[in-house]
């Protein structure tokens, strides 16, 4: 189906960029197994900087980006997955081995005078088969411009913070019945030890459960993919600071689902700024914040739950 001729009047740009991310990946191997040279590429501990050249942070993960910008013309979203996947697809299986441990994602950005144009239809089978070969999240960033304006202008306002995420999870209310998922999830010594927490017995773990669901200024949500429990997500208030948190099965990290289900949370929750604390050495849940747009606010040193200090970054969404 053709993009809708009056929908097309209104786009003022599109383009759309595939990564691939993992904390030890190699961005000159990842161009040498696809013969496909980058738009951007880091490697971790590369310094991160702005336009102006001063240093923001160290890259917390290697990272490999192809686009389309400045490659193609057109306004249907369409024609820019297909020309990243025909030049990714044939090499799926090297994109993916070079992914384990990380992410790929695709990213579509778009501006238009009126919200929706574009937005039906926005891919078709073909388009989403081969995200799915390739095992990416997809994210949007939309802006909407006044009617008036030039492409590029100033005036072009963020129709939704943050990306909205596309990747098969679902978010709702956190039921009794995910409690015992919960707890089996806060068992797992290796989450424990990367975590730097300890376990809960099952009173005093329902105990702690109650008092966060009976928090008026918590909001919490539990995390499903494919129809199955695989951890929760949500936001409370400490010391005057609104913060975000989330716990995820062991088998379901590496999927991508924490940064998906962190995207949706911060859509359904407005309050800015919001803050996130990870232990210094707690690197995937670091990339994790990093990717929907927190920075490191502090570090700090803090008692651990079993007494022992620990080193925090706290981080910062605006």
Known sequence: MALDPLHEAHIRGVAVTFSVSAPDLDPDAVSAATGLQPDASARRGDVRRNRAGTPLRSEVEGWWALGTRGKLESKDVREHFRYLCERLLPHVEAIRAFARGGETFFDVFWQSTYLYAGTGPLLDAADLAGVAALGAGMGFDIYQLDEDADNGSRDQRRAFTPRRSMTGIRLRPVAASDLDTFFEHQRDPVALRVGTLTSRERSEFDTHWARILADPLGILRTVESEGAVVGYVGSFV??????????????????????????????????RPLFARVTVDHTASHRVLEKVGFFIEARESTAGSSGDEIEEFLLRLD
């Open 238 to 271: 400490r010391e005057g600071l609104r913060e975000v948190a989330y716990w995820y099965g062991r088998e379901h990290w590496g999927k991508g689902i924490a940064t998906a289900a962190l995207r949706e949370l911060l859509a359904e929750v407005h309050e």
